[in-house]
T-cell receptor, first 110, second 115 residues
Framework: SQQGEEDPQALSIQEGENATMNCSYKTSINNLQWYRQNSGRGLVHLILIRSNEREKHSGRLRVTLDTSKKSSSLLITASRAADTASYFCATGGSNYKLTFGKGTLLTVNP | GAVVSQHPSWVICKSGTSVKIECRSLDFQATTMFWYRQFPKQSLMLMATSNEGSKATYEQGVEKDKFLINHASLTLSTLTVTSAHPEDSSFYIC???????????FGPGTRLTVL
């Protein structure tokens, strides 16, 4: 079953703008991960944040995690056309399984 | 490092035939591999967990007799779609876990089209 719910489902912005995507989940987690998927391709791991962490940065990416609200956000700063892709959050539990959200389709217009 | 390959990358088959998809961890050993299915414009749905040397664990609603999983070695898991039908057409993605709860490495996916 799909635990994560991303919003928005689709986001269209101009190059240079920031993009924020949100993810909510329902059960307790060990970690939350964000992935990118270009159309028809495999997944690219972007960032992992553990349940005891609140914020993490990687390059132009910033991820926050609020376990009390069971939510996470992914911020992409200074977006580029090459950032156009689908973005998924996935929650990891104690059984090593990942449960993926429905994803956000990000379009960055040049 | 940490590369996972899948073969084939795409396959077209006739209805009623069986198709085998391989998932290999190229530079690490994976005691656990996972198989996902993704329909167009949808998210990844976990199908089963494949453990080396033991039977796979299937998610609810996934027919184990239709989707045969074999994890014969620490670097190879196979998914066989038996008696494939057009509704089985999908993007199948595997991932491999080298150990620990945090890390899964994903393969590039296999696109199956059943005519």
């Amino acid at each position: 079953s799909q635990q994560g719910e991303e919003d928005p489902q689709a986001l269209s912005i101009q190059e240079g703008e920031n993009a924020t995507m949100n993810c909510s989940y329902k059960t307790s987690i060990n970690n939350l991960q964000w992935y990118r998927q270009n159309s028809g391709r495999g997944l690219v791991h972007l960032i992992l944040i553990r349940s005891n962490e609140r914020e993490k940065h990687s390059g132009r990416l910033r991820v926050t995690l609020d376990t009390s609200k069971k939510s996470s956000s992914l911020l992409i700063t200074a977006s580029r056309a090459a950032d156009t892709a689908s973005y998924f959050c996935a929650t990891g539990g104690s059984n090593y399984k990942l449960t993926f959200g429905k994803g956000t389709l990000l379009t960055v217009n040049p | 490092g940490a590369v996972v390959s899948q073969h084939p990358s795409w396959v077209i088959c006739k209805s009623g035939t069986s198709v085998k998809i391989e998932c290999r961890s190229l530079d690490f050993q994976a005691t656990t591999m996972f198989w996902y299915r993704q329909f167009p414009k949808q998210s990844l749905m976990l199908m089963a967990t494949s453990n080396e040397g033991s039977k796979a664990t299937y998610e609810q609603g996934v027919e184990k007799d239709k989707f045969l999983i074999n994890h014969a070695s620490l670097t190879l898991s196979t998914l066989t779609v038996t008696s494939a039908h057009p509704e089985d057409s999908s993007f199948y993605i595997c991932s491999a876990n080298p150990g620990g709860p945090d890390t899964q490495y994903f393969g590039p996916g296999t696109r199956l089209t059943v005519l």
